[in-house]
C-alpha cells in the first residue's frame, strides 16, 4: 500500500504512496462518511475507528483512500501492516512509539491541526499485537492521534468490555459492493453489459471476485462460464481457507456447512455420519464468515457459493451425497414431530435439497448481503400502502431480469412488460381490497426502513367469497365453484379454507434478492392446511407453479390482463394428510434423478397393481389413470383399495409416502 520508511519488519509510516489504483475506487460513501465524520465532524470523545470486514472486501484500499484524503488536507497518517510484524518485536514496539510521537507533536497546534491516524492493518493476523497496542501504544501516544484497526472481526471483547474504552471506540464494517456499485465497477473496465447481471448474481459485490474475474475478461466478450475459472474459484477459497489452514476436520465441517443454508452441530453430524467434537464446532462459529442467525450458524452467502463450487468441482460424489443426506435429514425432521417454529424452516430447506434448480435460483437467492422485514397491514400503515401504489402508478415501465443457479451455470428470465403493469394498476382496487382486512397486505422493509416490495395474499372464507367472485383475475375460478365446492369453501369466522395470492411486487425488479424474498415468504402457506390459488399470465410465475406441484384449473383461464394475454388459474390442495403425500410427490417430481422402480419384492402386487401403484406416485389421479390403462374408473378404484390393504396404509397420502421410501431406500 505504502511504499515510503519500510523497514524489515513490515513497518510503513508514510503520507503518501501510489494512488494510481484509486482511479477505480467506487462506491463506499457511507463508510467514507462514517470515518469522516469522526475526523472532520465536531469534537467527540471517539479515538478508535474499528473496520471489518470478509476477506476481500478492499479494506486495505479503504485506507488508502483514507490516506489519499488526509494528504489533501495535510493530515498525517501512519500504516502498520501487523501481518508483516515479526513475533519477537520488542525492537518495534519502542522504535514505532517513539516515531509516532516524534512525527506527531511536531509543530502540534491543536486549534488549528488536521487529523493524524495510525492504522494497523491485517489485525487477525497477528495475536501479539492486539496487547500490546493496549499496552503501550493506546496509552503512549498524544490524545490527538485516531488509532484505525482493520481486521476481518470486529475487535474482541478484551477492548468493548471496558467502559471507557467503548466511549472511545466507533465500529463500521466494509460491505461488498451494491448491484448499482458492481454495474459501475464493470461498465469502467469495459465489461459488456450483458454480464453484468451474471457477474452481480455470482459475486454478490465481492470486490476481489469481481478484480479476479474481471481480469480474464475481454472487453467484448458478451459470456463466459464459471466453472472453467477454477483458478479464480481456487484463489478466493484459498483466501478464506487462510483462517484454518491444514485442519482436515475443520475443512469437513466447512464442507457440509457450505450445502446448507443454517447449520449447528446436530445436523452437521447428522449429515456427515459422525460426531463434531465441540472444540472443532466453536473453531467454526468463530470464523469471519461465519454469522449466527435464528436458525443456527450460517456461511456469508458469496463465500458459501464459492466453497459449493469448489466442493462439487473437487468431488462431485462427495457432494451428492451430502445433499442427499441433507434432504433425507429435513424429511426425516418435518415427519417426526417437529417444533411448530421450526416446521416452516425445515419444509423450505427440504424443498432447497432436493433439488430444483428453478426453485433454488427464485426462492432462495434471498440468502443475501441485505437483512428484511415483513410488516403486516394494518390501520396506521395503511397509508404506506396507499403510497407504494401512488408510486407503482407514476413509474410503469417494462424490465427483464435474469435469475442465475450459481453451481449449475443456469439463468431463467423474469419478463415483464409495461403494458402488464399499467394493467394490474388498473386492476388493483386499493380501497375496495381494504374492505377485505388490512392484513391481506404484507409490506417488505429494508434494514432502513423503507417499503421496497408489497404481497396481497387474500384468505378464501365466507366473508372474501363475494368479493372474490366479483373481484379481476379471481373470478374467473370463483364464479364456476359448484355447490359443494362453495359450501368447503365458506368457513366461518376467522377460519380459512385457503389462501388466493393476488399480488408479487417489488419496488426495484433489479434487485432480484428482493423479489425471491417475497417468494420465500410465500413457503409458510404449504403448511396452512388449505388450498392456495393463484393466477398469473407472467410466464416464469407459470413454470414456478407447475414445479411446485400446482395443477392448472380447466376452465378458469381469463383475459383480464387483455385479449391476447391469457391468464390461467392454478391450485395446490394440501388440506388435512395432502401435505404429506404432496411434499414425497414433489421430491420425486423435482429430482427426477431415479428411474422410478419400486423393488418387485417388497410388495406382494400383482403386475396390474405395479402399474397403479407407479402412476399413483407420479400423482395422476384414478380417472387419469383409467384413461391412461384404458380400464374403467371402477377397475381403478378396486386396484387401490387393493394396494392400501397390500401395503397397510390407510388412505392415499401414506401409500405414495411408503412406495417412495422403498424407491430411495433402493436408491
Same mark, same amino acid.
Given at each position: 500500500?505504502?511504499?515510503?520508511?519500510?523497514?524489515?519488519?513490515?513497518?510503513?509510516?508514510?503520507?503518501?504512496?501510489? &494512488?494510481?489504483?484509486?482511479?477505480?475506487?467506487?462506491?463506499?460513501?457511507?463508510?467514507?462518511?462514517?470515518?469522516?465524520?469522526?475526523?472532520?465532524?465536531? %469534537?467527540?470523545?471517539?479515538?478508535?475507528?474499528?473496520?471489518?470486514? +470478509?476477506?476481500?472486501?478492499?479494506?486495505?484500499?479503504?485506507?488508502?483512500?483514507?490516506?489519499?484524503?488526509?494528504?489533501?488536507?495535510?493530515?498525517?497518517?501512519?500504516?502498520?501492516?501487523?501481518?508483516?510484524?515479526?513475533?519477537?518485536?520488542?525492537?518495534?514496539?519502542?522504535?514505532?512509539?517513539?516515531?509516532?510521537?516524534?512525527?506527531?507533536?511536531?509543530?502540534?497546534?491543536?486549534?488549528?491541526?488536521?487529523?493524524?491516524?495510525?492504522?494497523?492493518?491485517?489485525?487477525?493476523?497477528?495475536?501479539?499485537?492486539?496487547?500490546?497496542?493496549? /499496552?503501550?501504544?493506546?496509552?503512549?501516544? %498524544?490524545?490527538?492521534?485516531?488509532?484505525?484497526?482493520?481486521?476481518?472481526?470486529?475487535?474482541?471483547?478484551?477492548?468493548?468490555?471496558?467502559?471507557?474504552?467503548?466511549?472511545?471506540?466507533?465500529?463500521?464494517?466494509?460491505?461488498?459492493?451494491?448491484?448499482?456499485?458492481?454495474?459501475?465497477?464493470?461498465?469502467?473496465?469495459?465489461?459488456?453489459?450483458?454480464?453484468?447481471?451474471?457477474?452481480?448474481?455470482?459475486?454478490?459485490?465481492?470486490?476481489?471476485?469481481?478484480?479476479?474475474?474481471?481480469?480474464?475478461?475481454?472487453?467484448?466478450?458478451?459470456?463466459?462460464?464459471?466453472? *472453467?475459472?477454477?483458478?479464480?474459484?481456487?484463489?478466493?477459497?484459498?483466501?478464506?481457507?487462510?483462517?484454518?489452514?491444514?485442519?482436515?476436520?475443520?475443512?469437513?465441517?466447512?464442507?457440509?456447512?457450505?450445502?446448507?443454508?443454517?447449520?449447528?452441530?446436530?445436523?452437521?453430524?447428522?449429515?456427515?455420519?459422525?460426531?463434531? @467434537?465441540? @472444540?472443532?464446532?466453536?473453531?467454526?462459529?468463530?470464523?469471519?464468515?461465519?454469522?449466527?442467525?435464528?436458525?443456527?450458524?450460517?456461511?456469508?452467502?458469496?463465500?458459501?457459493?464459492?466453497?459449493?463450487?469448489?466442493?462439487?468441482?473437487?468431488?462431485? $460424489?462427495? &457432494?451428492?451425497?451430502?445433499?442427499?443426506?441433507?434432504?433425507?435429514?429435513?424429511?426425516?425432521?418435518?415427519?417426526?414431530?417437529?417444533?411448530?417454529?421450526?416446521?416452516?424452516?425445515?419444509?423450505?430447506?427440504?424443498?432447497?435439497?432436493?433439488?430444483?434448480?428453478?426453485?433454488?435460483?427464485?426462492?432462495?437467492?434471498?440468502?443475501?448481503?441485505?437483512?428484511? /422485514?415483513?410488516?403486516?397491514?394494518?390501520?396506521?400503515?395503511?397509508?404506506? !400502502?396507499?403510497?407504494?401504489?401512488?408510486?407503482?402508478?407514476?413509474?410503469?415501465?417494462?424490465?427483464?431480469?435474469?435469475?442465475?443457479?450459481?453451481?449449475?451455470?443456469?439463468?431463467?428470465?423474469?419478463?415483464?412488460?409495461?403494458?402488464?403493469? $399499467?394493467?394490474?394498476? *388498473?386492476?388493483?382496487?386499493? $380501497?375496495?381490497?381494504?374492505?377485505?382486512?388490512?392484513?391481506?397486505?404484507?409490506?417488505?422493509?429494508?434494514?432502513?426502513?423503507?417499503?421496497?416490495?408489497?404481497?396481497?395474499?387474500?384468505?378464501?372464507?365466507?366473508?372474501?367469497?363475494?368479493?372474490?367472485?366479483?373481484?379481476?383475475?379471481?373470478?374467473?375460478?370463483?364464479?364456476?365453484?359448484?355447490?359443494?365446492?362453495?359450501?368447503?369453501?365458506?368457513?366461518?369466522?376467522?377460519?380459512?379454507?385457503?389462501?388466493?395470492?393476488?399480488?408479487?411486487?417489488?419496488?426495484?425488479?433489479?434487485?432480484?434478492?428482493?423479489?425471491?424474498?417475497?417468494?420465500?415468504?410465500?413457503?409458510?402457506?404449504?403448511?396452512?392446511?388449505?388450498?392456495?390459488?393463484?393466477?398469473?399470465?407472467?410466464?416464469?410465475?407459470?413454470?414456478?407453479?407447475?414445479?411446485?406441484?400446482? /395443477?392448472? !384449473?380447466?376452465?378458469?383461464?381469463?383475459?383480464?390482463?387483455?385479449?391476447?394475454?391469457?391468464?390461467?388459474?392454478? +391450485?395446490?390442495?394440501?388440506?388435512?394428510?395432502?401435505?404429506?403425500?404432496?411434499?414425497?410427490?414433489?421430491?420425486?417430481?423435482?429430482?427426477?434423478?431415479?428411474?422410478?422402480?419400486? @423393488?418387485?419384492?417388497?410388495? %406382494?402386487?400383482?403386475?396390474?397393481?405395479?402399474?397403479?401403484?407407479?402412476?399413483?406416485?407420479?400423482?395422476?389421479?384414478?380417472? *387419469?389413470?383409467?384413461? $391412461?390403462?384404458?380400464?374403467?374408473?371402477?377397475?381403478?378404484?378396486?386396484?387401490?383399495?387393493?394396494?392400501?390393504?397390500?401395503? *397397510?396404509?390407510?388412505?392415499?397420502?401414506?401409500?405414495?409416502?411408503?412406495?417412495?421410501?422403498?424407491?430411495?431406500?433402493?436408491?
Amino acid at each position: 500500500m505504502m511504499n515510503k520508511g519500510e523497514n524489515q519488519h513490515g513497518l510503513f509510516l508514510a503520507n503518501n504512496g501510489n &494512488y494510481d489504483d484509486l482511479h477505480f475506487f467506487i462506491g463506499r460513501n457511507k463508510e467514507l462518511q462514517f470515518v469522516n465524520s469522526i475526523l472532520y465532524g465536531d %469534537p467527540s470523545p471517539t479515538r478508535i475507528i474499528n473496520l471489518y470486514g +470478509l476477506a476481500g472486501t478492499g479494506k486495505t484500499f479503504f485506507l488508502q483512500k483514507i490516506n489519499y484524503t488526509l494528504t489533501n488536507q495535510k493530515g498525517k497518517f501512519f500504516y502498520v501492516d501487523c501481518k508483516r510484524f515479526a513475533e519477537d518485536s520488542t525492537f518495534i514496539h519502542s522504535s514505532l512509539v517513539e516515531k509516532i510521537i516524534e512525527n506527531t507533536q511536531q509543530n502540534f497546534d491543536a486549534e488549528y491541526a488536521q487529523p493524524v491516524v495510525i492504522a494497523f492493518d491485517h489485525m487477525d493476523d497477528n495475536s501479539h499485537i492486539e496487547a500490546w497496542i493496549r /499496552e503501550r501504544v493506546f496509552i503512549e501516544i %498524544p490524545d490527538h492521534v485516531y488509532l484505525i484497526f482493520v481486521g476481518r472481526k470486529p475487535l474482541r471483547r478484551i477492548w468493548t468490555a471496558s467502559p471507557s474504552l467503548q466511549k472511545k471506540m466507533k465500529r463500521q464494517e466494509i460491505k461488498k459492493f451494491t448491484y448499482y456499485d458492481v454495474k459501475l465497477y464493470l461498465e469502467q473496465h469495459g465489461i459488456h453489459h450483458s454480464l453484468i447481471y451474471k457477474l452481480w448474481n455470482f459475486t454478490k459485490g465481492h470486490p476481489l471476485a469481481l478484480s479476479l474475474l474481471c481480469s480474464k475478461l475481454d472487453h467484448q466478450q458478451q459470456s463466459f462460464d464459471i466453472k *472453467e475459472q477454477f483458478d479464480v474459484i481456487q484463489e478466493l477459497v484459498d483466501t478464506f481457507f487462510s483462517e484454518y489452514v491444514h485442519d482436515d476436520q475443520i475443512r469437513k465441517c466447512m464442507e457440509i456447512a457450505s450445502v446448507l443454508h443454517y447449520f449447528n452441530e446436530e445436523n452437521v453430524a447428522n449429515i456427515g455420519e459422525r460426531e463434531i @467434537p465441540s @472444540p472443532i464446532f466453536d473453531r467454526v462459529i468463530s470464523l469471519s464468515f461465519v454469522k449466527q442467525g435464528k436458525n443456527g450458524w450460517y456461511l456469508d452467502e458469496f463465500v458459501r457459493t464459492i466453497m459449493n463450487l469448489y466442493a462439487r468441482e473437487r468431488n462431485p $460424489k462427495r &457432494y451428492e451425497d451430502i445433499s442427499k443426506r441433507a434432504a433425507s435429514y429435513y424429511r426425516h425432521k418435518i415427519f417426526s414431530d417437529p417444533h411448530p417454529n421450526y416446521l416452516e424452516l425445515y419444509i423450505s430447506e427440504y424443498i432447497y435439497h432436493i433439488g430444483d434448480n428453478m426453485i433454488a435460483a427464485s426462492f432462495f437467492d434471498q440468502y443475501s448481503l441485505k437483512s428484511y /422485514e415483513m410488516e403486516t397491514g394494518h390501520s396506521r400503515n395503511f397509508h404506506k !400502502v396507499e403510497r407504494y401504489f401512488e408510486t407503482r402508478k407514476q413509474h410503469v415501465s417494462e424490465y427483464e431480469v435474469e435469475y442465475y443457479h450459481k453451481q449449475d451455470e443456469e439463468k431463467y428470465a423474469f419478463q415483464v412488460s409495461a403494458v402488464h403493469n $399499467k394493467k394490474e394498476n *388498473e386492476l388493483i382496487d386499493v $380501497k375496495a381490497l381494504k374492505a377485505l382486512g388490512y392484513d391481506i397486505f404484507k409490506l417488505l422493509k429494508d434494514d432502513s426502513g423503507e417499503i421496497i416490495g408489497l404481497s396481497i395474499i387474500i384468505p378464501i372464507n365466507k366473508e372474501t367469497i363475494p368479493y372474490l367472485k366479483e373481484m379481476p383475475v379471481s373470478r374467473s375460478y370463483f364464479t364456476r365453484l359448484n355447490e359443494e365446492e362453495l359450501v368447503d369453501y365458506s368457513v366461518e369466522g376467522k377460519n380459512k379454507a385457503g389462501w388466493f395470492i393476488r399480488m408479487i411486487d417489488v419496488k426495484n425488479p433489479e434487485e432480484t434478492s428482493t423479489r425471491s424474498y417475497m417468494l420465500f415468504s410465500l413457503l409458510p402457506l404449504l403448511l396452512s392446511g388449505g388450498v392456495i390459488i393463484c393466477s398469473t399470465p407472467l410466464k416464469m410465475y407459470q413454470e414456478l407453479l407447475k414445479r411446485f406441484g400446482f /395443477e392448472r !384449473v380447466k376452465g378458469s383461464t381469463h383475459f383480464d390482463y387483455g385479449p391476447n394475454t391469457p391468464s390461467p388459474t392454478y +391450485l395446490l390442495d394440501v388440506r388435512g394428510p395432502r401435505l404429506v403425500g404432496y411434499l414425497d410427490h414433489l421430491a420425486y417430481k423435482l429430482q427426477n434423478k431415479m428411474r422410478l422402480e419400486l @423393488p418387485k419384492k417388497a410388495f %406382494p402386487f400383482s403386475p396390474r397393481e405395479f402399474e397403479v401403484a407407479e402412476l399413483i406416485m407420479e400423482g395422476y389421479k384414478n380417472a *387419469e389413470i383409467a384413461e $391412461k390403462l384404458s380400464v374403467s374408473q371402477i377397475t381403478i378404484k378396486k386396484h387401490v383399495s387393493s394396494l392400501l390393504k397390500k401395503a *397397510e396404509v390407510k388412505n392415499r397420502a401414506q401409500l405414495v409416502r411408503r412406495l417412495l421410501d422403498f424407491v430411495k431406500n433402493k436408491n
